[in-house]
């Protein structure tokens, strides 16, 4: 069985916003304020999945295909969810479904399944998913 792919959907750094070269905010270094980081959530958010992805990689080691993607990039995250759902044998109607409801900052699919939307999981929780794609396969 070739590797189990986690998605990793999460909001990039560099582009805040939905303007050009004027919406872009270098993340901690922007500082508006005496609180602190202008978007401190999102922050947090990149670093919890980098533990996320850290964690995965770490135990996990060449059996997942780890990819990260920024949900305004459509493009790049509805090709990567396709393409990971149909290896493993995935129908289309449950991707399509996956893939309206994992639009969101933040999700996580396993072979194109969502483990968790509007969150991020725990490691356990996916290495859990991560640990049945391996043992099962395309089973189901």
């Not at 999981?121 to 189901?140: C, I, N, T, W, Y």
């Amino acid at each position: 069985m070739s590797a189990v792919r986690v998605l990793l959907v999460r909001e990039i750094d560099g582009q805040m916003s939905s303007s050009g070269c004027c919406g872009r905010v270098a993340g901690d270094a922007a500082r508006w304020s005496r609180e602190g980081p202008v978007f401190a959530e999102r922050r947090r958010w990149m670093e919890e999945m980098g533990r996320l992805y850290r964690g995965l990689e770490s135990r996990f080691g060449e059996k997942v295909q780890l990819d990260v993607v920024d949900p305004r990039n459509l493009f790049s995250y509805t090709a990567l969810l396709w393409q990971a759902g149909r290896q493993a044998g995935r129908s289309p109607l449950p991707l399509m479904a996956g893939w309206l409801t994992g639009w969101h900052r933040l999700a996580v699919f396993v072979d194109g399944k969502p483990i968790a939307t509007g969150h991020v999981p725990s490691l356990e929780k996916v290495a859990e998913a991560v640990e049945h794609r391996l043992q099962f396969g395309a089973k189901r």
